[in-house]
């Protein structure tokens, strides 16, 4: 026994002398770090680390500590940093991380981290002068502020407006016509880099082990499912649990449920422009819990959906939400979560709640880290208005990352996040009463796709198009429609595999969140 707990302690203290020396490495670097590279590390975070944090890291060892929160920096995978440290130039610091530049070079095409759009960004910002910037802000105009600004933050104001994003840089083309036509090129390779990387994406076994499944719709039984998924008594008579039998009186709020294409729009027959909206003038907008299983006891892991869950909460603090993202999330753990914040205080003066699950998933339910299957209603049911006075009459919203089945529907070069099947039942999912909304990735009985690299296509085209359309007072049932529209067209090349989302909802009002004053 003695023996046992000597090697526990001598274990302990190895760990943490290398922790010690990974620190001090890091420390290391961080001396020979110029302010512009501060700066430059900074903007290539963008997306790994939220924007109030980088906002606030005034050094690289603040970068460093993000960056080992978010489990993207460690002793025993540093890989990440040596990629930023490449990307700027500073092939000399490699060497504190074990690397040469040529080690470097040749493992980015299988553990690079960076997006391409953002390596394009950065390089295209070392190839505006300080003339050729003051130029580029004259030909912009009145967009740009009247603030002194680098070639860095002319971008990064620039992807925050959504002047410019990964599928659109028509004002940077403009420009650079006319000021630097040198830089033209670097954004036709990223676009030619671009379409092969979509063309032929990363595959692992899993996908590869799919069975291509006969394509589908979403049938009436399906539809009939969800008319009954929810718990019997709807929020109004909540209160009749305490004067006498109230149920017996309960009018049932119908579950609306859609699966749509580009021509179609979703609620069009339920909303009209005399609706009223949620309110959304409350102390505080609300909170979003992110729950990001990447790791498994028994199952698959899920690369890419920590690039998933940084956006979720990027956009959910853009949209004024407090955040709370749990990696790894057993089903002892998950009870401890929803416990909490189906009782947490700050639902009083908040506007809405926001709870969103990546994981793998089954029909009607999902997975929790160490493989406990949890039915959706489980998750949904802690908040309605009897459990969850707080959120009484206020809307709550779930998006689900996650397959319903097994079935194919399309999608090549990413992962499906199906396991084995179980019939259950997706009448269970969304709580019979008002002010509920459930986004799933997939239509029941259908897998979800996920690149490996770049995240699911349903949680990305989510965030995107909030951030698009918020600031263009959309709803959310509109932007939804939008996702499914973008979602409906992706698919490998031969055109084999296919994903349409699954939305269902009891709302009584549009859901209109503020337009932020910082545009993400």
Same mark, same amino acid.
């Given at each position: 026994?003695?023996?046992?707990?000597?090697?526990?302690?001598?274990?302990?203290?190895?760990?943490?002398?290398?922790?010690?020396?990974?620190?001090?490495? +890091? &420390?290391?670097?961080? /001396?020979?770090?110029?302010?512009? %590279?501060?700066?430059? @590390?900074?903007? $290539?975070?963008?997306? =790994?680390?939220?924007?109030?944090?980088?906002?606030?890291?005034?050094?690289?060892?603040?970068?460093?500590?993000?960056?080992?929160?978010?489990?993207?920096?460690?002793?025993?995978?540093?890989?990440?940093?040596?990629?930023?440290?490449?990307?700027?130039?500073?092939?000399?610091?490699?060497?504190?991380?074990?690397?040469?530049?040529?080690?470097?070079?040749?493992?980015?095409?299988?553990?690079?981290?960076?997006?391409?759009?953002?390596?394009?960004?950065?390089?295209?910002?070392?190839?505006?002068?300080?003339?050729?910037?003051?130029?580029?802000?004259?030909?912009?105009?009145?967009?740009?502020?009247?603030?002194?600004?680098?070639?860095?933050? +002319? &971008?990064?104001?620039? /992807?925050?407006?959504?002047?410019? %994003?990964?599928?659109? @840089?028509?004002? $940077?083309?403009?420009? =650079?016509?006319?000021?630097?036509?040198?830089?033209?090129?670097?954004?036709?390779?990223?676009?030619?880099?671009?379409?092969?990387?979509?063309?032929?994406?990363?595959?692992?076994?899993?996908?590869?082990?799919?069975?291509?499944?006969?394509?589908?719709?979403?049938?009436?039984?399906?539809?009939?499912?969800?008319?009954?998924?929810?718990?019997?008594?709807?929020?109004?008579?909540?209160?009749?649990?305490?004067?006498?039998?109230?149920?017996?009186?309960?009018?049932?709020?119908?579950?609306?449920?859609?699966?749509?294409?580009?021509?179609?729009?979703?609620?069009?027959?339920?909303?009209?422009?005399?609706?009223?909206?949620?309110?959304?003038?409350?102390?505080?907008?609300?909170?979003?819990?992110?729950?990001?299983?990447?790791?498994?006891?028994?199952?698959?892991?899920?690369?890419?959906?920590?690039?998933?869950?940084?956006?979720?909460?990027?956009?959910?603090?853009?949209?004024?939400?407090?955040?709370?993202?749990?990696?790894?999330?057993?089903?002892?753990?998950?009870?401890?979560?929803?416990?909490?914040?189906?009782?947490?205080?700050?639902?009083?003066?908040?506007?809405?709640?926001?709870?969103?699950?990546?994981?793998?998933?089954?029909?009607?339910?999902?997975?929790?880290?160490?493989?406990?299957?949890?039915?959706?209603?489980?998750?949904?049911?802690?908040?309605?208005?009897?459990?969850?006075?707080?959120?009484?009459?206020?809307?709550?919203?779930?998006?689900?990352?996650?397959?319903?089945?097994?079935?194919?529907?399309?999608?090549?070069?990413?992962?499906?996040?199906?396991?084995?099947?179980?019939?259950?039942?997706?009448?269970?999912?969304?709580?019979?009463?008002?002010?509920?909304?459930?986004?799933?990735?997939?239509?029941?009985?259908?897998?979800?796709?996920?690149?490996?690299?770049?995240?699911?296509?349903?949680?990305?085209?989510?965030?995107?198009?909030?951030?698009?359309?918020?600031?263009?007072?959309?709803?959310?049932?509109?932007?939804?429609?939008?996702?499914?529209?973008?979602?409906?067209?992706?698919?490998?090349?031969?055109?084999?595999?296919?994903?349409?989302?699954?939305?269902?909802?009891?709302?009584?009002?549009?859901?209109?969140?503020?337009?932020?004053?910082?545009?993400?």
């Amino acid at each position: 026994m003695m023996a046992t707990t000597q090697d526990q302690n001598l274990g302990s203290s190895s760990d943490e002398n290398c922790l010690w020396r990974f620190r001090e490495k +890091l &420390l290391a670097i961080d /001396e020979e770090l110029k302010v512009q %590279d501060v700066e430059s @590390l900074k903007f $290539l975070c963008i997306g =790994f680390i939220s924007q109030n944090k980088l906002e606030k890291s005034s050094s690289a060892l603040d970068l460093f500590d993000h960056l080992m929160e978010r489990e993207l920096l460690s002793v025993k995978e540093p890989f990440f940093l040596a990629e930023l440290l490449y990307t700027i130039k500073q092939n000399r610091l490699l060497h504190h991380l074990g690397y040469t530049k040529k080690q470097v070079e040749s493992l980015l095409p299988t553990q690079r981290k960076l997006s391409l759009f953002r390596k394009l960004l950065f390089e295209l910002s070392e190839g505006i002068g300080e003339e050729n910037l003051k130029e580029i802000i004259f030909l912009l105009g009145d967009n740009i502020p009247k603030t002194p600004m680098t070639s860095l933050s +002319l &971008l990064d104001y620039l /992807e925050k407006k959504t002047e410019i %994003d990964e599928d659109n @840089l028509i004002v $940077l083309e403009r420009a =650079f016509q006319k000021v630097l036509p040198c830089l033209i090129k670097k954004i036709e390779n990223y676009k030619r880099e671009k379409a092969a990387q979509e063309a032929t994406p990363p595959v692992d076994k899993e996908t590869e082990s799919l069975h291509q499944g006969e394509e589908g719709i979403f049938s009436p039984s399906d539809i009939k499912q969800f008319y009954g998924t929810l718990p019997e008594v709807p929020w109004q008579n909540e209160h009749s649990r305490n004067h006498g039998n109230g149920a017996a009186n309960a009018v049932p709020i119908p579950v609306s449920v859609a699966t749509l294409g580009a021509s179609n729009t979703l609620g069009s027959e339920t909303w009209t422009k005399e609706t009223s909206m949620y309110r959304m003038d409350r102390k505080h907008r609300g909170h979003c819990v992110i729950i990001n299983n990447h790791r498994f006891t028994s199952l698959y892991d899920r690369p890419g959906t920590h690039k998933d869950a940084e956006s979720l909460q990027l956009v959910f603090e853009w949209l004024g939400f407090t955040t709370h993202r749990h990696d790894d999330v057993t089903k002892g753990v998950m009870d401890k979560i929803l416990q909490e914040y189906k009782s947490h205080p700050g639902h009083a003066d908040g506007d809405c709640f926001v709870f969103c699950i990546l994981t793998h998933g089954e029909f009607g339910a999902v997975y929790s880290s160490d493989g406990v299957l949890i039915p959706i209603r489980e998750i949904t049911h802690h908040f309605t208005a009897y459990q969850c006075p707080g959120l009484a009459q206020k809307p709550k919203l779930f998006f689900i990352q996650a397959c319903q089945g097994t079935e194919i529907q399309s999608s090549v070069f990413i992962e499906a996040d199906a396991q084995n099947c179980e019939q259950l039942s997706l009448q269970d999912s969304v709580p019979n009463e008002a002010d509920f909304l459930l986004g799933l990735a997939t239509v029941p009985g259908y897998v979800s796709f996920r690149h490996i690299k770049n995240g699911s296509w349903y949680i990305q085209s989510l965030c995107k198009h909030l951030k698009k359309l918020v600031p263009r007072e959309e709803d959310i049932l509109s932007i939804l429609t939008a996702v499914n529209d973008d979602v409906s067209q992706k698919m490998c090349r031969d055109g084999t595999r296919r994903q349409i989302p699954q939305p269902a909802f009891t709302l009584r009002k549009k859901i209109v969140f503020p337009v932020p004053q910082l545009l993400l």
